[in-house]
């Protein structure tokens, strides 16, 4: 199972820290847990992708949402909109980032692209019960996540990924050749090896990973362990912010008795 992001939970910045330098702009199961490793190993910090950002940024998902809905209701989406998620972030990985792809490349001219492909098939099939266990996968205690794997479902599969996942998937892929500027992208397979990403990426090899092939994570079987990890960090993550509130609320209520014993304020008995 490929392991998620271990920092403590916390929020978007609302400025770019860092520049952007890579857009991985694949769809989901491309590879993209398994890239995500890779940059991180060549050095590219921090690396965003949905699944460490909805398990340790959790208001990031309502951002996308808004996002989403933005450009569905014909608005640009901007470089400061986009700064507000990813601006301590080098590269940015999955959905629903890809699904920015046009206004990713405008914001971040110098970011190097790369496309994260399978065959179709192979992307497809593995997805497909996964699909059946989505309304269970996202009753998550986290407002937003629901809402916004919805909307990324109704915007680009129609709600029906089993009739328009492939012709989605293979307009993607087109759509994010097409906008790429020549010599910027890198049509990548992972089980490719650190060679033409690091040629790509103006990186050498690694010593000790010459001979090693790179990270292979996220398989059909570890995609489903994924997340059910994902929903019990979530609900631990949630249990958390719901014990916060509790202690805050008693403390204010500590606070509030010892102000009006001060005052010589009595509360009304209600017989």
Known sequence: ?????????????????????????????????????SLRTLGYWEVYHTVGAITTRLNDCKLWYDLLKKKAAGGRVTREDLDRILGDCQAVLDMPAAYFAEELIEAY???????????????????????????????????????????????????????NGRRVYEEHNSRVRALAPPGKLLE???????????????REVPENLVAEETPHLNSSTAFIDMYHGLNYRLLFAQGKRLLDVAAYTALMAVVAGAAAKRSGFKWPVFV
């Open 188 to 202: 990548y397979h992972v089980r490719e090896g650190w060679t033409p990403l690091c040629a790509f990426l103006g």
């Open 109 to 163: 001219p110098d970011a190097k692209i790369t496309l994260t492909v399978r065959d179709t098939e192979s992307w497809f099939a593995p997805l497909t019960p996964f699909v059946s266990m989505m309304d269970w996968l996202l009753l998550m205690p986290t407002r937003w996540v629901k809402p916004m794997f919805q909307t990324i479902d109704r915007m680009l599969f129609q709600g029906d990924f089993v009739s």
């Open 1 to 37: 199972m490929a392991a998620l992001d271990s920092k403590a939970i916390a929020f978007a910045p609302t400025t770019r820290t860092v520049p952007m330098k890579v857009l991985c702009l694949g769809m989901g199961r491309t590879g993209t847990v398994s890239l995500r490793e």
